[in-house]
Every structure is written in structure tokens, then in C-alpha cells.
């Protein structure tokens, strides 16, 4: 195991204690070049930064991103969190090639938190919304491009001539006409003192030799030997790690802890109680869950314990009938007067239930607190936002806490949520100034998660003579994500009403509404937020509306979808790649379904086969267009990581609630699709001019109603509520 307090042990290692009472993490920071940090210093033991120490000569800071030594290593610092998206590697691709950097040359550190390194598009430091090359990007190629001039301009400086008749290839500048050559860490030390160019020249995408290629991960070999540091891998001196127990109704409150006798067993540090639940730390893991398991905790659960599942069902179904309900934006024409006027008006209604994350590292976090200081370890998505929740928790200045961000393992938006981080340091201010990593079980995770909405939602319509929509309706009800984070509602929530019907579809009169109901259970981000319930519920509803019309789904949506050339360009390519409208056999069956979100256009097409009820999906086409494609490898995993998350909610997943609390607790009843299971994915990218576009959560809003559509083309049994396995679908 990496050893976080050990100078020059691995490249990705985390930041020590004693590294920060050594050195500060800021000594100035002027934000020049559209967001490039000059002075900004990074403590010798900040990850990856034994790779420098590893090389000859005294490493040279050029700006907050970027450091090289004396043999010529790079260090780039991710500003992003690293959660199995590539952002490790992409992110410092983008300096990289700016740089002009020998890409085998470079090593990556893991950010600490800093307003630093915001990301652009959100004025924070954080990890979600598929966001993250879409708002560094243009920062990064600036620093990496000032950082390229900064070293060219040194060089010339040291020959004496025009710094225009210099060059950089490869970590070296060369001046042509008279054959020299010095490499990047000979000129490191002069270059950081070169003034910061304030509009350094990019290069031209056809002059790209890293960005649009695929290249070896930079975690990739981590990963694979093990020796990558996840939150859980933290290890310090005198450490010790506490194991959670918190109410199983959410809202409830500790009542009382009862143990046997007054003393505490060998490895047993002692018991934290907090409001809602009690922890034990110990010297291991094991040796404070199993204290833990012991002891007799009673909770203050009234009035919650009364939910269960089918209460919060019928909430939602009664508030169809809300006529408070609230307009999202987008409204065209007068939706009411043309269903009210029309001879036939279609209605489907569609149900979805909770989802948890269930990350393969559940909820981990160390911390570290003194009189004087605190330190977080955490595999986190928002860094600021979880420094400054230490700062206030500890009542310390914001310059005396730290956070240092680890490889997550997962995250899906689970590990955006602050509540782990709060209460590894409550735990860390009764350990007596010794750092504590707080585990979570699994069961822990499962049962107190952030869940996805559980949502109904019904679509009113009527079509015009030749079968096109000329008015629907859609409304959504469930509880709100932004009233229970609470943010501020100026429209109805987005994070459970987006995506509720694409917009992009051309239909004259459309309303949008939500009607919000209230429960006591705890919801959050999920991959793909809104869209992965809504992209299942307007999909579904569009074939729906295709077959009423007896039209070809296909062809419905491109002609819904004729001003959209990105839209009609990943359909077609789809639907050619995956042999649409070839006969087919009885019992077997292709479904069709498009998404557009995050910046990306994404089709997908399910092949299955229906046998008395028993599904196999053999088949998935997905294109997607997400503008320039950064690394095209990186890109095609994570849609088909996508597919499979998607499959799995589609199929079997879902949170069921009795007695106010959480029923599933591991793997053996919260079920995921297992290999065999999985189909062939057949990926295509589009890569155009276009915006660029988020990656991580774009395949998810399609998958699940490309399988239902394909069920329904197979067997004539639409789906209209998931799981599937509920409605009878066994999985071959």
C-alpha cells in the first residue's frame, strides 16, 4: 500500500501532514490569461510530486498547473475529480498539447482544493454535469500555451536572438538556423520568471498530435497493479478509522447507546455520537464495525417510520391531478385549448422508481484535526464546497484547512453529496489530533444514499391528420431535489423536470409541468440527473405516439427532428450501422430511441428477442456527436459504461422503502446486470464542428427506452413502468 506521508513514493501519492506544517499551499495567486495561476506553489508532497523529486535539479513552478524538473518530467495537476471518466488523463492532454510536452514525459498530481483551479463554467471546483472538458478547456490550452511561450521566450533569451525563429516540439526548443537545442527542464528555472503572456497563440486543431488520438491512460497502470491511492487506501501515522451507524429512517435521531460495562475492549479508541447516529474508532476497520455491531443503539424515528413505497406512489399519482402544478420553460402555444378541442386525446402514464448509486468504494473520507489545523483526504466531486464545509464544521480559518483529493472509486453524483466529509471531521475533532478514516458498510451506503427521484409522469396528446403531435401535454410529479438540497426554486426543478420532452422536437403546442410532492426520503444526483428517468419516459412516449400514427419510429423521429442536422445525423448513422427495416424474425425486435443533453446528441438502437417473457437484448448500436472528440477510446468507454449503468436501473434496479426505511441493502437484493448478461455495444462517434459536449452521463438517458421500444417491436408488450423485471420481463 502507497504510503501518503512518504516523499517520492509514487506520482499519484496524497499530501502529508507533515508536508503542510513545512510549506504552505499558496504563496500568491494573480489570475492572468484567463484564469492562468503564476506563483501558485504546490507542497512537495502533493500528488504526483515525487515524480519531480525524482529528477535531477531543482523543480521549477511555471503556474498553478504546471511544474518541470531538472530531467525533464512534467507534473500537471487535474483540477477535476478522477472518477473512472478519464478526466486524469483528458485534462492534462489539454495543457500536453499546448505544451508541446513529450507526452511519456509527463506524470499527473491530483488537485488539492483551490479556488485555482474553479472550473470556468461553474466558478467552483467541482466534478458533475459531464462538465468538465467543456468548461476547462480553453483555460487549460491558454496555460498550457502561455506555459509553451513562457519556455520558448527563456531560450531565446539565452541564445540572444529573436524569440520568433524559436520553436517547441517534444519538451525541447529549437532555434532551426543555427541547430541548438535545450530541453524543457534546462529552461524551467529561467522560463518561471519570463512575464506571462496575456494572449499566447493556440495551435490549430490540424496540428494536434495528442488531442482527437487516443493515448494510454495515465491511471491505467495504477489501477491495474493496485498501488492506486483511493479514498479508502489513506494511510498516516497513528491513523485510525471508525465505522457508521446512522438512523435507518431518514430524519430520525439518536436516542440512546447502550454497551456492556464501562471499559472498552483492546483496539477500541472509542464512541462519537453524533445526531443521527454513532460511530466507533478503533485501530482497524474490522476491530470498530464489529464493536460497532454490538452495541445497542436506539433512534427517534417518529413520524417518518410511517412511509413505505406504495404511499409515496399514490402521492405522485394524486398530484397528476395537481392544478398548481408549475410550467416548465419551453411552453409553445396553447396546449390546453388544442387537447380540449380535439376529437381524440391519447394518455399514457409512465413510473420510475428510487435509485441508489451504490459506487463500488462506498463512502470513505480521512481527516485530520488540531487546535491549529485540518486536513481532509477525500474522493471527492466538490473539493471547495467540502473545504469550506471543514472550515466551518472545525471553526478554523479557511487557509488553515486542506483538502486533498483521491482516485473515487465511482461516483455518479453520489460523491457530490457533503455528508461523509462532515462527518469524517466530527469524528476527527475527538480523536485527540490523530488522523481517522471513516468506512462505510455496504449496507450503510445502500440503505443512506442521495437517491434518484422516484417519479410518475403522464403525457396527454393529440395528433393532427397526418399522425404529427399537435399538442402534448407532459406532466411530472415527485419530490424535488433542489427543495431537499436546499437550493433555490426559481423554476421547477430542473433536476427532476429536465429532459421531460426534447426540446428539439417540433411540436407547435407543448406544456411541461411539475407537480412536487413531499417525502422524507434523501434525493441527489444521479448519472444523468433528470434525463435518466425522463429520457425513459419521452423516448417511450414518442414510439408510443409512432405507432399510434402507424409510422416507423425511425422515420417519426426524423421528421420531428428535420432542424435539428446533428440530431438526424446520429439517427441515421445509427439506424444504418445497426441494419434498420432488414425483415426480421417472429419474436425478435428493434427499438429506436434519441437523446440530446450535456451538450451531445446520442441515438441508440436495441436488438432483442421475446421468448414467454424471458428478454435477451443481443444488440445495442450507439452514435454519439459530442463535438471534438478529446480521446476517442476514453469516449467509447464511457458510453459503454453508460449502457451497462442504464441497463442495469432498466432491468432490475430499485430502491423500495417500508417502515421509513431503505429494504435492499447489498448486492444480492440491489441487483446489477451481470456479464452474460451484457450485450454486444457497438459504438460509433461523430466527431464535427460543433460545441464540445459532456460524455459521462450522455448514454444513459437512451438505453432504457431503446430496449422497452424493442421489447414492444418484439412481443406488443409496452412497458411503461421499471424496473422491467416488475412487469414481468425475465432476463436471459
Same mark, same amino acid.
Given at each position: 500500500m502507497p504510503d501518503p506521508g512518504k516523499p517520492g513514493s509514487l506520482d499519484y501519492t496524497l499530501l502529508s501532514g507533515a508536508d503542510l506544517g513545512r510549506r504552505g499551499f499558496l504563496q500568491s495567486a494573480g489570475l492572468v490569461a484567463g484564469g492562468l495561476a503564476v506563483g501558485l506553489v504546490l507542497p512537495a508532497g502533493a500528488a504526483g510530486s515525487d515524480a519531480i523529486a525524482k529528477g535531477a535539479g531543482t523543480a521549477a513552478e511555471l503556474n498553478a498547473?504546471?511544474?518541470?524538473?531538472?530531467d525533464d518530467v512534467i507534473a500537471i495537476v487535474v483540477p477535476g475529480a478522477e472518477l473512472g471518466q478519464g478526466v486524469y488523463t483528458a485534462l492534462p492532454k489539454i495543457i500536453a498539447e499546448e505544451l508541446e510536452a513529450d507526452w511519456s514525459r509527463v506524470v499527473v498530481r491530483l488537485a488539492m482544493a483551490d479556488t485555482a483551479y474553479d472550473n470556468p463554467a461553474k466558478k467552483r471546483q467541482s466534478t458533475g454535469n459531464s462538465d468538465a472538458i467543456k468548461g476547462y478547456f480553453d483555460v487549460l490550452r491558454t496555460i498550457g500555451a502561455a506555459t509553451r511561450e513562457m519556455l520558448i521566450s527563456a531560450a531565446a533569451a539565452q541564445w540572444e536572438v529573436p524569440r520568433e525563429t524559436c520553436r517547441a516540439s517534444q519538451s525541447r526548443v529549437h532555434h532551426d538556423a543555427s541547430g541548438?537545442?535545450?530541453?524543457?527542464g534546462a529552461l524551467?528555472?529561467?522560463?518561471?520568471?519570463?512575464?506571462?503572456?496575456?494572449?499566447?497563440?493556440?495551435?490549430?486543431?490540424?496540428?494536434?498530435?495528442?488531442?482527437?488520438?487516443?493515448?494510454?491512460?495515465?491511471?491505467g497502470p495504477a489501477k491495474v497493479t493496485g498501488s492506486a491511492v483511493y479514498g479508502a487506501d489513506v494511510r498516516l501515522p497513528g491513523q485510525l478509522y471508525a465505522s457508521i451507524r446512522t438512523s435507518p429512517v431518514f430524519g430520525g435521531k439518536l436516542k440512546a447507546v447502550r454497551k456492556e460495562g464501562d471499559a472498552l475492549p483492546p483496539g477500541v479508541f472509542g464512541i462519537v455520537e453524533l445526531d443521527d447516529g454513532v460511530t466507533v474508532v478503533g485501530d482497524s476497520f474490522w476491530e470498530a464495525n464489529t464493536f460497532l455491531q454490538g452495541l445497542e443503539v436506539e433512534f427517534d424515528s417518529q413520524p417518518n417510520d410511517t412511509w413505505d413505497s406504495a404511499q409515496i406512489s399514490a402521492a405522485m399519482h394524486a398530484a397528476l391531478n395537481d392544478e398548481t402544478a408549475r410550467a416548465f420553460p419551453?411552453?409553445?402555444?396553447?396546449?390546453?385549448?388544442?387537447?380540449?378541442?380535439?376529437?381524440?386525446?391519447?394518455?399514457?402514464?409512465?413510473?420510475v422508481p428510487f435509485l441508489a448509486h451504490v459506487c463500488m468504494e462506498p463512502m470513505t473520507a480521512t481527516a485530520q484535526v488540531t487546535d491549529t489545523s485540518c486536513m481532509v483526504w477525500a474522493p471527492h466531486q466538490q473539493q471547495g464546497a467540502a473545504r469550506e464545509l471543514a472550515a466551518r464544521i472545525t471553526g478554523l480559518p479557511l487557509e488553515q484547512v486542506t483538502l486533498q483529493g483521491t482516485f473515487c472509486g465511482g461516483g455518479f453524483g453520489r460523491k457530490w453529496e457533503l455528508d461523509f466529509v462532515a462527518q469524517a471531521v466530527q469524528i476527527a475533532k475527538e480523536t485527540e489530533g490523530r488522523p481517522v478514516t471513516l468506512m462505510w458498510t455496504r449496507e450503510q451506503d445502500v440503505q443512506h444514499d442521495f437517491y434518484r427521484p422516484a417519479v410518475v409522469s403522464?403525457?396527454?396528446?393529440t395528433l393532427d391528420d397526418a399522425g404529427n403531435p399537435l399538442g402534448v401535454h407532459a406532466r411530472v410529479a415527485g419530490p424535488s431535489v433542489s427543495r431537499f438540497q436546499g437550493r433555490e426554486q426559481r423554476i421547477p426543478d430542473p433536476f427532476v423536470v429536465g429532459g421531460a420532452l426534447n426540446r428539439l422536437y417540433a411540436i407547435p403546442n407543448k406544456l411541461v409541468d411539475y407537480a412536487e410532492i413531499s417525502t422524507h426520503v434523501p434525493v441527489g444526483f444521479w448519472r444523468a440527473v433528470a434525463r435518466s428517468h425522463n429520457g425513459f419516459i419521452s423516448e417511450s412516449f414518442i414510439d408510443e405516439l409512432a405507432h399510434l400514427a402507424g409510422r416507423d419510429?425511425?422515420? +417519426? %423521429?426524423?421528421?420531428? $427532428? /428535420?432542424?435539428?442536422?446533428?440530431?438526424?445525423?446520429?439517427?441515421?448513422?445509427?439506424?444504418?450501422?445497426?441494419?434498420?427495416?432488414?425483415?426480421?424474425e417472429p419474436g425478435t425486435g428493434m427499438g429506436v430511441a434519441f437523446s440530446s443533453g450535456f451538450g451531445s446528441f446520442n441515438a441508440q438502437i436495441a436488438e432483442v428477442s421475446v421468448n414467454d417473457g424471458l428478454l435477451r437484448i443481443h444488440r445495442v448500436t450507439c452514435v454519439l456527436d459530442c463535438g471534438f472528440?478529446?480521446?476517442?477510446?476514453?469516449?467509447?468507454?464511457?458510453?459503454?459504461?453508460?449502457?451497462?449503468?442504464?441497463?442495469?436501473?432498466?432491468?432490475?434496479?430499485?430502491?423500495?422503502?417500508?417502515?421509513?426505511?431503505?429494504?435492499?441493502?447489498?448486492?444480492?437484493? +440491489? %441487483?446489477f446486470i451481470? $456479464? /452474460?448478461?451484457?450485450?454486444?455495444?457497438?459504438v460509433h462517434l461523430l466527431s464535427g464542428d460543433g460545441p464540445l459536449g459532456g460524455v459521462g452521463e450522455a448514454a444513459v438517458p437512451a438505453i432504457a427506452p431503446a430496449v422497452a421500444n424493442a421489447v414492444f417491436a418484439a412481443s406488443g408488450k409496452r412497458l411503461r413502468k421499471l424496473p422491467m423485471l416488475d412487469e414481468g420481463i425475465r432476463i436471459a
Open positions: 498547473y504546471v511544474e518541470i524538473s531538472g541548438r537545442s535545450l530541453s524543457y524551467a528555472q529561467s522560463a518561471s520568471s519570463q512575464p506571462v503572456p496575456e494572449d499566447p497563440p493556440l495551435k490549430a486543431p490540424d496540428s494536434y498530435t495528442l488531442l482527437g488520438k487516443s493515448v494510454p491512460r495515465k491511471d419551453g411552453t409553445k402555444g396553447d396546449v390546453k385549448a388544442v387537447l380540449e378541442e380535439s376529437a381524440e386525446v391519447s394518455e399514457f402514464t409512465y413510473e403522464r403525457y396527454r396528446a419510429p425511425l422515420e +417519426y %423521429r426524423l421528421a420531428l $427532428l /428535420a432542424s435539428s442536422s446533428r440530431a438526424t445525423a446520429v439517427l441515421e448513422k445509427a439506424a444504418a450501422e445497426a441494419g434498420w427495416g432488414k425483415p426480421r472528440v478529446i480521446d476517442p477510446d476514453t469516449v467509447r468507454a464511457q458510453m459503454e459504461g453508460g449502457i451497462i449503468d442504464g441497463l442495469s436501473a432498466a432491468l432490475f434496479s430499485k430502491v423500495t422503502i417500508a417502515d421509513g426505511a431503505v429494504q435492499e441493502s447489498n448486492f444480492d437484493n +440491489y %441487483r451481470r $456479464l /452474460a448478461e451484457v450485450p454486444e455495444i457497438d
